[in-house]
């Protein structure tokens, strides 16, 4: 009980008071040394035992891998008076950890006898690796003996599949798993889908996501990648917004595919809204990839001297001494100057579609630019009418009949958003 809380010097004070110790009581102090990193004292409680048996081998053999120190549990393994298959999955284990794949297979080779977790490891090993080829045919080793794969194997080679692109093969996993009636699980589910969004199987993908009870942040994640890897960009956007619905929080991958949706789609101001959604709303701070992406959307819609600019800023070296803060708030600004070119380059395109204008209000008032704010009312107004940012019925009778069809709820949602987050800065002015 003090091993597992953590309160290993408790359970040293019980274990030297004067209680009559048994086997089970030094194997018990042995591993929660181990399992608290205290792998000195649990060899030093290790030569003192008078009789060990397998459990005191496997526990000191895995405390070694645990610190990467192969080398020691090399030699504990081999002075073993007997081994189990614990024994030889802890040596695995450890070599697959340091990834010395040469030396994990032989120990998987050399076993008289082998379980799931053995074939396991080494699948992973081969995915982490990324020797893909030599994963499926171990799994085929695997199928074809008397070992019998459980969820883990399968997420391993739904993998490697998915990586090789190898629908067939992870057609005849998906129907393995029905036909053996295993239940999968978020992960397993997880896999499946990538399997089939990697192939451009979207609706087999969208099946998986329907029927997955509970959904992951990567589960969402791959679905919005990929309808934007396969052109798909609005229903990418979609996606995101019941993800939102669903209560569950993008992360830094999530905005990676949004950007991407958007830039292979060529959404430009979508693009742009969603960069600042993820600065303002959820305070990610972009990576390169994001920039790689803005610079990418840039490109596309031929603004070529904002995207140089860009990547500018993209490797600008902020001092170590400055808040971090700061290079938030930089990133801020220009992306306000940035949205206001797009959104002007936008009106100039399409002139009928009320968007960007509103997008060129919000950006005047959220930089308290009095002047650009009367002008964009002044040409919201002239274009479209005195009403038109102020009434959600006009809104969809005037120039959002342009760009709000039906299958585009996700630009309607934008447009409401930017007038929620305008009414929210004309509060704070």
Known sequence: MYSVCGRIQDACDLFDSGFALDSVSWNSMIDGCVKNGEVVLARQLFDEMSERDVCSWNSMISGYVAVGDMEAARGLFEKMPSRDVVSWNCMIDGYARVKNI????ACFDEMPCRNVVSWNIMLALYLRCKDYGECLRLFDKMVGGEVKP???SLVSVLTASANFRKLDRGKWIHSYIRDNDIEPDVLLSTALLTLYVKC????????????MPEKSVVSWNCMIMGYGMHGHGEISLEFFLEMEKAGVNPNIATFV?????????GMILEGWWYFHVMLQKYKIRPTEKHYGCMVDLLGRAGLMDQSEELV???????????PKATPFACCRHFMLQLGEIIAKQ???FHPEDITPYLLLLFIHIADRKWDGIEDARNLINETFGESAYSNQDQLEEIGLGFSLGKSLHHRKNMVYSILDEMASCIKLL
């Not at 451009?200 to 029927?211: K, L, P, V």
């Open 346 to 348: 936008q009106i100039k």
């Open 102 to 105: 040469s030396s994990a297979r």
């Open 200 to 211: 451009g199987e979207m609706e087999m993908a969208r099946d998986i996501f329907d029927q």
């Open 312 to 322: 500018k800023k993209m490797h600008t070296e902020v001092e170590p001494n400055l």
């Open 257 to 265: 595919s949004i950007l991407s949706a958007c830039s292979s789609s």
């Open 150 to 152: 459980n969820e883990a």
